[in-house]
């Protein structure tokens, strides 16, 4: 076995206390006792009253875990009844004021004493009746979903800390420090979105949001609170020296409060680059640092050239925040070593909120063994963070069993059979730029797909799944619980299959699709699947509200034992005479929506991933499909936060999807689908994925995306959605003709697919069916004039 190797800078941390602290746990409790309240309060099922005394008591439930989990010091703030940033909005009075209509007997005061109050918060998080609610966008490029806060030029701020120091005051009977941990200015504004139109700046209210916050750090002082964190994520991000000034004027001012805590600045997701000079020289009392493997020797670098920085409180993101994977004891001591030779007072958490990993490995009862040893979850975080702030404070002997079972499981992990399979090695090593090319350019691929497919101008399809009713839903539980014998199963899927097909046909849909009922999630259902994945039992994690889902583990190296829809979709297609469409999700997005792999390149895995799905496509080809669509909507929301990143994201991810689709004849029609609101940052990169057809949602920016692809030279066929999925409403026939004329007048209409927004599994069929036929007569309509 091999020793480890404490860096010698270990010896300057002698007779230094290093604490153990985090900067936020879960949420929604560990049996998602949060949710069930939330949604029973929704239903009118409960009272508020009920819904807050959950809440107390998964707060409860968490505050012992932190304390008995051993941290020095804990964070609080971070639990919220739906998002930390709409709590953020709420803290400073940030609410916009068509909420105040909506909710006119709210008390405005106090989310904790009024019931109005809250209703008027989950208006601003669900809606109401005529209000939408406040837009979601993901956070930072992680798969939780935060409420962006809405900002007038007009907007005034006022201080509502009733939530936070309710909490405080909870925590603070644990007898330990308590760290409020709040969304900074900064970060808060540049994430808010103006309702003043394109020119109007939300930061540029930073003048009028700064005494709000200088009058909660004189309440958290009267508290007794000695340290509060800001964080402002937004500072790994590429910042323009209008922001950073933004950054230097903040932190300048809100240090120059005369009764406060000490201010501390949370970063993570990435490196400050020139942020931290920034912060630092703006008068900051602390600094938290991302240290996992990515970013761990540019944060290093820049902190070492900070002069400042030895007087400040740095705080340590030695582990991984944000994935599944035990951390590396010996590696995160070296690096906890380096940074004690350059500040003075160093202290251990997660590089970020533990609120992105589920609560606890070990209860994980299914898992392979093999891999359950491998995997750490908030609650092993804890310990972890625990273990290195005890051997920073007291040397490496202090922590010499807990290092010897860290290597061992790290050697296991790197010698296991399940991580390195040769021979899916040798095949990824094999790959050439022949795999990533059809074999024909566009022109002739296309001649021969409409010749096969004889579909006719303006074709209409869907994205692929329908409507999951309450039948579909009980089949697939029963079916898993092992109450459904596998024929009654297959027999119960066929039959949806069979009215779907019928419906489409009846509708007069060109190109048809299976419904995907088979399918509970288009992530988990392939990961299922695939050896080198695994899924869990208690693995959830918060989405946005009461959402929670259970990402796969991309835990070894991927291999397809079989063939995954082939039978489904051969099955769909034996049904009619009319195309099918098969239906997988891409390499990119099996990706994103998973925790990946840390002992290997992010594009290694994809390669893997893009391997495994190319003989699926070859396969569905070989059983006579005549169409595929690998569908790649999390193409953009992994894209790097700093642009210099993106070029090589961009490489990598482009030819997973070209090696997954470009094994078939120039006859077999490649579709894919994206659907987010913005393509203007990868137009360059949906050109190169070389797809015949492309799905994109389209109809909310009012087909904006067609004029961005005839600009950008797009040499293919484009499908943009004339339906908005996402709302509960049928378009209308002059609807669908108006953006369907609208696409036509930017690109030909020989190239111009006429499909919805994304996938209906969500709607119902009193909508979906009336929709379709207002589709297809539009389609109708138009093919007459051409
Ligand atoms: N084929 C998937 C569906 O229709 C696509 C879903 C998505 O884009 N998120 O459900
Ligand atoms: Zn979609």
Redesign the pocket.
């Known amino acids: 076995m091999t020793t480890t190797h404490p860096s010698p800078l270990l010896s300057r941390s002698a007779g230094r206390t290093v604490l153990a602290t985090a900067y936020g746990y879960p949420r929604q409790g560990r049996d998602r006792e949060l949710k069930r309240g939330q949604e029973r309060y929704w239903r009118g099922d409960t009272s508020i009253d009920e819904l807050l005394t959950i809440a107390t008591q998964v707060r409860a439930q968490r505050l012992e875990t932190l304390t008995s989990a051993g941290l020095d010091e804990l964070p609080v703030g971070d639990f919220s009844l739906y998002d930390h940033v709409l709590d953020t909005a709420w803290l400073v009075g940030a609410i916009p004021p068509r909420f105040d209509r909506a909710v006119p007997d709210a008390d405005p005061a106090s989310t904790h004493t009024a019931e109005g109050g809250w209703q008027r918060y989950f208006a601003m998080a669900r809606g109401t009746g005529d209000e939408p609610p406040l837009e979601m966008t993901k956070w930072f490029d992680t798969n939780y979903h935060y409420l962006v806060p809405e900002l007038s030029g007009s907007a005034t701020f006022r201080l509502d800390p009733s939530k936070l120091l309710a909490e405080v005051a909870e925590a603070q009977r644990y007898g330990r420090p308590v760290r409020p941990v709040i969304v900074g200015p900064v970060t808060f504004l540049s994430l808010a979105k103006s309702v003043d139109g394109d020119d109007f700046d939300p930061l540029a209210l930073l003048d009028r949001l700064l005494p709000v916050y200088a009058e909660l750090l004189t309440q958290l002082a009267d508290a007794g609170i000695a340290w509060v964190q800001l964080d402002e994520p937004i500072a790994v991000t590429d910042l323009s020296p209008a922001q950073l000034q933004y950054l230097a004027r903040a932190y300048a001012t809100l240090t120059a409060v005369e009764r406060r805590p000490k201010i501390l600045v949370g970063s993570y997701f990435g490196h400050l680059g020139e942020a931290a000079a920034t912060l630092v020289d703006a008068g900051i009392d602390g600094l938290g640092v991302e240290l996992t493997r990515d970013t761990a020797s540019a944060t290093v670098a820049e902190l070492a050239v900070l002069p400042r920085l030895r007087e400040l409180r740095v705080i340590a993101g030695l582990v991984d925040g944000r994935n599944v994977w035990r951390t590396d004891l010996a590696a995160a001591l070296a690096t906890g070593g380096t940074l004690l030779g350059l500040a003075d007072q160093v202290d251990v958490a997660p590089s970020c909120s533990l609120l992105h990993v589920p609560h606890d490995a070990s209860r994980e009862n299914d898992l392979d063994p093999e891999v359950a040893a491998w995997l750490a979850f908030a609650d092993q975080k804890l310990a972890e963070v625990v273990t290195l702030a005890r051997g920073l404070s007291s040397g490496t002997e202090a922590i010499a069993a807990e290092l010897e079972a860290n290597q061992a499981v790290l050697a296991q992990r790197a010698a296991s059979s399940i991580t390195r399979n040769r021979a899916v090695r040798d095949r990824a090593a094999a790959v050439s730029a022949d795999d990533l090319r059809r074999r024909s350019a566009y022109p002739e691929r296309a001649r021969r797909q409409h010749e096969r497919l004889a579909l006719p101008a303006l074709p209409t399809t ?4 329908f409507p999951q009713t309450a039948e579909i839903r009980r089949a697939r539980a029963a079916y898993r619980a092992g109450n459904l014998a596998s024929e009654d199963y297959q027999a119960a899927m066929r039959t949806e299959i069979d009215r779907v097909i019928a419906l489409q046909t009846e509708i007069g849909v060109d190109l048809l ?1 299976h419904g ?1 009922a088979e ?1 509970n999630d ?1 992530v988990q259902y392939f990961a299922e699947q695939l050896d080198g994945i695994v899924t869990t039992e208690y693995g959830w994690v918060q989405s946005y509200g009461s959402r929670c889902v259970r990402p796969p583990i991309i835990a070894g190296d991927i291999t397809r034992p079989a063939p995954m829809t082939v039978e489904w979709t051969s099955y769909a297609q034996s049904r009619t005479t009319r195309p099918m469409k098969g ?1 997988l ?1 891409g390499p990119v ?1 099996m990706l994103a929506w998973s925790f990946v792999r840390d002992d290997l390149p992010v594009a290694e895995t994809a390669r893997q991933m893009a391997l495994a799905l190319r003989d699926e496509v070859n396969d569905l080809e070989a059983a006579g499909v005549a169409a595929i ?1 690998v ?1 790649e ?1 999390a193409l953009r929301e992994t894209l790097p936060l700093r642009t210099g990143d993106r070029p090589d994201y961009l490489r990598w991810a482009v030819d997973a999807f070209r090696l997954s689709t470009a094994g078939v004849t120039d006859e077999t029609q490649i579709h894919t ?3 987010y609101a913005e393509f203007g940052d990868i137009l360059q990169a949906i050109i190169e994925l070389d797809a015949d057809v492309i799905s994109l949602e389209a109809a909310r920016s009012r087909m904006e995306v067609v004029g961005e692809l005839a600009e950008a030279g797009y040499p293919r066929e484009v499908g943009p959605g004339v339906w908005d999925i996402h709302a509960p409403r049928v378009p209308s026939t002059e609807e669908i003709l108006g953006s369907v004329r609208l696409a036509c007048a930017q690109l030909p209409a020989q190239r111009i697919w006429i499909n919805p927004d ?4 969500t709607r119902g069929y009193a909508e979906v069916e009336p929709a379709l036929r207002h589709l297809v007569a539009a389609a109708q309509q138009l093919r007459t004039e051409m």
């Open positions: 869907t994205i692929g799944s699709v995907e399918r288009m239906m999700t997005t669509q569908d909507p689908h994206m659907c994304c996938g209906l599994k």
